[in-house]
């Protein structure tokens, strides 16, 4: 179930949480993010949506003081990226794609390590252990070795870690990682609490389409660079209709001959030609009849955030180029 989002008049009335201007970084010559500028609000779940090489986790690993910009500039909670990196980094949690925790550990012994790097000691963090053991449902677990535990509630664990100097701001780096269905249902509930009862700010990264929807709002990059940022239903508004795909042995001569005979414009993907139109419905049976026998199969959907990517860069999201 998803909860209701912060409307956006809320989000707007508040200093941003989050800024980056022109941020920049270069691997050699590669450019990982290219002049990149985005405020994230407080209180928000901002998506960040991108394929695999697309300048995420770059960003997650600068936000998180990892690595240092090539050029531009950032501010997280009012401080400073570069100069205020030690204060900023006691108010914000990570979790990396990858996991950190100490597998041959039990649960509540990761916790307290945590806990030690950060000042937290005797009774106040056993009380805090306590409190988020409870909070991800894992206090029958706080005994068991890391290593016994499921995906997903290795998962719970790396996320209560994050959270015991109690941050303000909340970086993840592909969350859903290596988790089942129900895992991930109970992790959008987790971030949906954090934000909703205790004014937790998340910024997450992630390559698929339906975490992203589940955002307040969406970043879309590609190559580094900025190609689309709203709310996902705004983002798929923009289609302008259905989108209908249709099969075809050779798609770039019927997307040609579609748009001499039925006037509408088209986009080819491999061996598909795509076509929005506001009446997807009706629009399939004019292209069956004008071009019997050609084609394989055909498709008629709402607009989702592949389209909306497909639409700014001309690919899919899960292609590499």
């Excluded at 991108?50 to 009012?78: D, F, Q």
């Excluded at 106040?124 to 206090?139: G, M, Q, T, V």
Aim: contains cysteine; glycine residues 8%; charged residues 25%.
């Amino acid at each position: 179930m998803r909860y209701p989002e912060l409307p956006l008049s809320f989000l707007c009335m508040s200093a941003p949480a989050l800024t980056t201007n022109d941020l920049t970084h270069r691997y050699g010559d590669r450019v990982a993010l290219d002049h990149l500028s985005i405020q994230v609000a407080p209180r928000e779940i901002f998506g960040l949506l991108g394929p695999n090489g697309g300048g995420k986790t770059t960003l997650s690993r600068i936000l998180s003081t990892l690595v240092r910009p090539t050029s531009g500039s950032a501010s997280i909670l009012g401080l400073d990226l570069l100069r205020d990196t030690a204060a900023l980094r006691s108010r914000i949690g990570v979790v990396f794609q990858a996991p950190s925790l100490d597998k041959k550990l039990r649960v509540r012994e990761n916790l307290a390590h945590q806990g030690h790097l950060y000042g937290l000691s005797g009774a106040a963090l056993r009380e805090r252990i306590d409190h988020l053991l409870i909070e991800f449902n894992l206090r029958d677990r706080a005994h068991d070795l890391v290593e016994t535990l499921s995906g997903g509630l290795q998962r719970r664990v790396e996320i209560a870690k994050s959270l015991l100097h109690r941050p303000e701001l909340l970086l993840l780096d592909e969350p859903s990682t290596g988790l089942d269905p129900g895992a991930r249902i109970y992790l959008w509930q987790t971030l949906y609490r954090l934000r909703d009862q205790q004014n937790v700010t998340v910024c997450l990264t992630t390559h698929l389409m339906e975490e992203a929807a589940r955002c307040d709002r969406v970043a879309i990059l590609n190559h580094g660079r900025l190609v689309a940022l709203d709310t996902p239903e705004a983002l798929c508004a923009g289609i302008g209709g259905d989108v209908i795909s249709a099969r075809t042995k050779d798609a770039t001569s019927l997307a040609e001959r579609v748009v001499q005979s039925l006037g509408v414009e088209v986009s080819v993907l491999n061996d598909e030609v795509r076509i929005e139109h506001p009446d997807g419905a009706a629009f399939i049976t004019r292209l069956m009849s004008t071009f019997p026998g050609e084609i394989d199969a055909v498709t008629l959907a709402k607009p989702t955030l592949e389209d909306v990517f497909i639409a700014r860069t001309g690919r899919r999201l899960s292609e590499e180029k």
